[in-house]
T-cell receptor, first 115, second 112 residues
Framework: ETGVTQTPRHLVMGMTNKKSLKCEQHLGHNAMYWYKQSAKKPLELMFVYSLEERVENNSVPSRFSPECPNSSHLFLHLHTLQPEDSALYLC??????????????FGPGTRLTVT | LAKTTQPISMDSYEGQEVNITCSHNNIATNDYITWYQQFPSQGPRFIIQGYKTKVTNEVASLFIPADRKSSTLSLPRVSLSDTAVYYCLVGDRGGSARQLTFGSGTQLTVLP
């Protein structure tokens, strides 16, 4: 596969469930990102990893827990979510470590519905 | 952080050239201007990036006047498949990703 892939593409979970979103990039990039996009709202940057270290955390609730085991994989662990967490969760990667406005490549997203 | 202002929506017809203007009055010296395109339920896709004057690639052109307080994304001969939301972002390429703020963007609708 090429580019940035995300699994699952769709997820429905109850508020007491624990689930994980997975992102994989096949571009040899050094930085990876999680974004949230709620209906009719702009994208919100959640987390940034550079060379497997978290460098940004935009005041995201602790019920979202990221993990970056290596530069190609990024996970978002979810637990005790709220209905307002229903959104499209997007993963992205870029060449430059340390973030910045370099070109970012986005995955197709995971459509999450919390019931 | 440089704030950007774009029209909320634009309509065009197939085959026309579309110009979307973005205002960024407080752009900093080190800031670049980047445009992304997003289709429904998909991640944004990088279109073009520039610093000054004009940049052209196979998809679009980006015009930046000398004062850099605005920029115009030009899409030549649009088709129905160009219907999407277009985002203008301004920031330092070496800066924090926190500045990578996607605003509301411009919803472009191409009509037959």
């Amino acid at each position: 596969e090429t580019g940035v892939t995300q699994t699952p593409r769709h997820l429905v979970m109850g508020m007491t469930n624990k689930k994980s979103l997975k992102c994989e990039q096949h571009l040899g990039h050094n930085a990876m990102y999680w974004y949230k996009q709620s209906a009719k709202k702009p994208l919100e940057l959640m987390f940034v990893y550079s060379l497997e270290e978290r460098v940004e955390n935009n005041s995201v609730p602790s019920r979202f827990s990221p993990e970056c085991p290596n530069s190609s994989h990024l996970f978002l662990h979810l637990h005790t979510l709220q209905p307002e967490d229903s959104a499209l969760y997007l993963c992205a990667s870029s060449q430059d470590p340390g973030t910045g406005l370099g070109e970012q490549y986005f995955g197709p997203g995971t459509r999450l519905t919390v019931t | 952080l440089a704030k950007t202002t774009q029209p909320i929506s634009m309509d065009s017809y197939e085959g026309q050239e579309v110009n979307i203007t973005c205002s960024h009055n407080n752009i900093a010296t080190n800031d670049y201007i980047t445009w992304y395109q997003q289709f429904p339920s998909q991640g944004p896709r990088f279109i073009i990036q520039g610093y000054k004057t004009k940049v052209t690639n196979e998809v679009a052109s980006l015009f930046i006047p000398a004062d850099r307080k605005s920029s115009t994304l030009s899409l030549p001969r649009v088709s129905l498949s160009d219907t999407a939301v277009y985002y203008c972002l301004v920031g330092d390429r070496g800066g924090s990703a926190r500045q990578l703020t996607f605003g509301s963007g411009t919803q472009l609708t191409v009509l037959p």
